[in-house]
């Protein structure tokens, strides 16, 4: 793990050193650029910046959005923010300080260029951690959370019993830990969120000191406001910190601390939420009770490794089969795994260059959250046999939900819940179909305004917010958006984890034998589907040329991946 981030920083590097020197057609063609920018109008100020606006023709795939960092391709010194963003008209702004346009740009914004992204963040901090936690292991004194973490040993506490809910069983085995690691598995719909709240309110009330951490400052507050709303349910005071990212102060109790060199000083007890540049700062130390990581299957094993010395009782929160980490470089061993995908590795089906793991959290090792209280149960069996051994179930409540199918007037749906295949061929498409397209709009415009009765028992016609339209590819999604109503919620994936909605609809968008780079592994991954299926509450209806399913696998995995795609055409 020493050398994780030196590896993973060596492809961004060379990237935007290859996008500097890259022709306009290049720059054009990358969806992390934006070609052929041209200023609009004359800089104004704000505050101690200035923004200039700019159009570009909308016509490119762009997968920049609104706060990205980005400089012009021949002004590798200079970093400037996108404050707005829109890409289906071409418009953008960048905002850069006064005393950065003074004494790098002379004053004034470039007339026209290309935009690249700005990747690199600097993990120094992580390093020394990691470099630090190594000098530890040899000297013997590893610490007990890191131990129990890279030796998969399960908390001391029995685990789930027979009486016990998997929210009773999780609170008290986190309050019974005396140094270790535990892992919590939630499927979609299962209540992470709910539990890993409650079990951080017992914690708080027991006197402990608490850190939430992530990836993203936004899962970050995401848990932060269930412990809060679980306080108030309880009556119970919250205080604690957030630090860096966006300031909020709609939770009371909660101060915000902007640099995290003021953390430590400013953290009097109770929890603090912050990332790995947080929590692997020397001051944090075996400074708290409890560390969780929310969404550990894309936090990777180097962080979290490097941020678990601050406690000595460590709880991942997460599923390993929905969507990965990114990596960018290339690891030796296990040293490219997120947390908890180490924790979860499955040694009897493990080989040296492809690992395995359980679908399933081991019952003598972790908690597994059973029951969804999202999906119905004709959408539940299906991601239950598919992807978690039949071990997910679906609350009562969930059979409830369902959509009328008239006695007339519907050729393209005729369910009321669970899984519909709507196949089309088409031919020569790769990121993008208007088949597709169409096949969806005129899915949307079948279902508009049909009755959907909820798990509550309320009745009430489906309207615009009730859907979700999701693509593999951005080419996908924009051509989605162009037809469908404003307000659509369209995405690809990786947008929509966390989300749900009564019907959700995916479209595959590529043409048999039309895989592109990415191969059918892309579209076809189980953890992507898994993710896009389980979003629908009570109807998921996927798009796609159904000549795929009988694609010719050239490996175990693709026969595995082309199995899935059957069980979809068979519903």
């Known amino acids: 793990l020493i050398d994780f981030h030196r590896r993973e920083e060596k492809p961004i590097w060379w990237r935007m050193f290859e996008r500097a020197e890259a ?5 054009r063609d990358d969806p992390g650029c934006i070609e052929g920018i041209k200023a609009e109008g004359s800089p104004s100020p704000d505050k101690k910046s200035f923004l200039q606006h700019y159009r570009f023709d909308p016509l490119q795939e762009c997968k920049l959005a609104s706060g990205d960092k980005v400089m012009f391709s021949f002004e590798l010194g200079v970093t400037l923010s996108i404050v707005e963003l829109d890409i289906q008209k071409g418009k953008l702004c960048l905002k850069v300080g006064k005393k950065t346009l003074d004494e790098k740009l002379n004053g004034e914004f470039p007339a026209h260029g290309s935009l690249i992204p700005v990747e690199f963040i600097s993990a120094a901090c992580i390093q020394a951690a990691l470099s630090e936690v190594a000098g530890s292991h040899l000297r013997g004194k590893l610490p007990r959370s890191i131990k129990a973490l890279l030796e998969r040993t399960p908390p001391s506490a029995r685990l789930q019993r027979p009486s016990e809910t998997s929210t009773e069983a999780a609170i008290r085995v986190a309050a019974e830990m005396k140094g270790g690691c535990l892992v919590i598995q939630g499927p979609p719909g299962t209540g992470k969120t709910f539990t890993a709240s409650r079990m951080i309110h017992h914690l708080l009330a027991a006197g402990k000191k608490v850190g939430i951490s992530s990836n993203s400052h936004k899962a970050v507050i995401n848990l932060l406001s269930a412990c809060h709303a679980a306080a108030v349910e309880n009556d119970a005071p919250f205080q604690g910190i957030k630090v860096g990212g966006e300031k909020i102060t709609f939770l009371t109790g909660l101060r915000h601390v902007q640099t995290t060199a003021d953390a430590r000083s400013a953290f009097n007890g109770g929890v603090v939420g912050g990332t790995a540049w947080l929590f692997t700062r020397p001051e944090w130390t075996d400074a708290l009770d409890y560390l969780f990581i929310d969404e550990a299957g894309q936090v990777s094993l180097a962080n979290a490794t490097a941020m678990a010395r601050c406690t000595a009782n ?17 690891h030796p061993g296990n040293a490219g795994l997120s947390a908890l995908q180490y924790a979860l590795m499955d040694p009897a089906q493990s080989k040296p260059d492809a690992p395995a793991f359980h679908a399933v959290v081991p019952s003598d090792y972790g908690i597994f959250l059973n029951e969804s209280r999202r999906m119905h149960p004709d959408v539940c069996s299906f991601i239950s046999g598919s992807i978690y051994q039949g071990g997910l179930r679906s609350h009562p409540d969930c059979s409830r939900q369902s959509i009328a199918v008239p006695p007339v007037g519907h050729t393209l749906v005729g369910r009321s819940s669970g899984i519909v295949f709507s196949g089309l061929e088409h031919d020569g498409n790769v990121q993008q179909s208007d088949e597709e397209v169409e096949r969806v709009t005129a899915i949307y415009d079948e279902l508009l305004g049909r009755e959907y009765t909820d798990k509550a028992g309320v009745v009430r016609p489906l309207a615009l917010e009730d859907f979700l339209f999701i693509a593999p590819y951005n080419a996908q999604v924009r051509a989605l958006q162009a037809e469908l109503p404003d307000g659509a919620r369209v995405g690809s994936v990786d947008k929509f984890q966390g989300q749900e909605a009564p019907v959700c609809i995916l479209s595959l968008c590529s043409s048999f034998g039309d895989y592109g780079s990415r191969g059918l592994a892309f579209i076809l991954d189980r953890n992507r589907i898994n993710v896009a299926i389980s979003r629908a509450q009570c109807l ?15 490996s175990l995995e693709e026969m595995k991946l082309i199995n899935l795609l059957c069980k979809l055409v068979k519903g």
């Open 23 to 27: 022709t306009p057609d290049a720059l």
């Open 314 to 330: 460590l709880i991942l929160l997460g599923d390993q089969m929905q969507l990965e980490q990114p990596i960018q470089g290339s």
């Open 540 to 554: 998921a209806i996927v798009v796609a040329d159904p000549r795929i399913a009988g694609a010719e696998a050239v």
